[in-house]
């Protein structure tokens, strides 16, 4: 059965560096996301991204976020300049129209 | 904005037994699914099942089905013949599907349960 796959599966970075988060979604779906869940939260809408190029963001997507679909099948999501408060779980999900939406196993980060 | 609310932060259930699992929502739209997704320990992200605005007739899904109220705005997730297995995160989610709306999953804040032996 095909899947989203995440790597790595956990990333610990240091305050102010630069992290890549990498996704690899469902080969014939349209759509992709990212969310993100903090310990203990709900799960939050990060951004949408389709035909390449955003399509939605949330206010939490900040200008030291981007995202990138560099060949055809890898989806990136950039943090520039990480903070303590970026530690979370972060989802990659994606979905063919009118369908459910189907996540990966998740990257937990943490900023030390 | 579309908003989704899960008023029961925990729940428990007897293993064999049934438990409901409540969420309402808050939409203008017409067009729209919910989903129930689980969320185990390991924490990925599991669709236990979805329902379409457009449908009357409840979505099941083996031991899980709903009660979808539209008028109402509930959509509540029932289990049946709790298995220790189904222990985890339960988060109700909501998705426009609206000309011009918003292609985001909205999520509620999470019902956990706990399967006791």
């Known amino acids: 059965e095909p899947e989203v796959t995440q790597t790595p599966s956990h990333q610990v970075t240091q305050m102010g560096q630069e992290v890549i988060l990498r996704c690899v979604p469902i080969?014939?779906?349209?759509?992709f996301y990212w969310y993100r869940q903090i310990l203990g939260q709900k799960v939050e809408f990060l951004v949408s991204?389709?035909?390449?190029?955003?399509?939605?963001k949330s206010e939490i997507f900040d200008d030291q976020f981007s995202v990138e679909r560099p060949d055809g099948s890898n989806f990136t999501l950039k943090i520039r300049s990480t903070k303590l408060e970026d530690s979370a779980m972060y989802f990659c999900?994606?979905?063919?129209?009118?369908?459910?939406?189907?996540f990966g196993q998740g990257t937990r980060l943490t900023v030390v | 904005a579309q908003t989704v609310t899960q008023s029961q932060p925990e729940m428990s259930v007897q293993e064999a037994e049934t438990v409901t699992l409540s969420c309402t929502y808050d939409?203008?739209?017409?067009?729209?699914?919910l989903f129930w997704y689980k969320q185990p320990p390991s924490r990925q992200m599991i669709l236990v099942i979805r329902?379409?605005?457009?449908?009357?007739q409840n979505a099941t899904e083996n031991r899980f089905s709903v009660n979808f109220q539209k008028a109402a705005k509930s959509f509540s997730l029932k289990i049946s013949d709790s298995q220790l297995g189904d222990a985890a995160m339960y988060f109700c989610?909501?998705?426009?599907?609206?000309?011009?709306?918003?292609?985001?999953?909205?999520f509620g804040k999470g019902t956990k349960l706990t399967v006791n032996p």
């Open positions: 999900a994606s979905t063919r129209v009118r369908t459910e939406a189907f």
């Open positions: 080969s014939n779906h349209l759509y």
């Open positions: 991204f389709y035909n390449n190029e955003i399509s939605e």
């Open positions: 939409t203008s739209e017409s067009d729209y699914y």
């Open positions: 329902q379409e605005a457009y449908k009357q």
């Open positions: 989610a909501y998705r426009s599907f609206s000309q011009g709306g918003s292609e985001k999953l909205v």
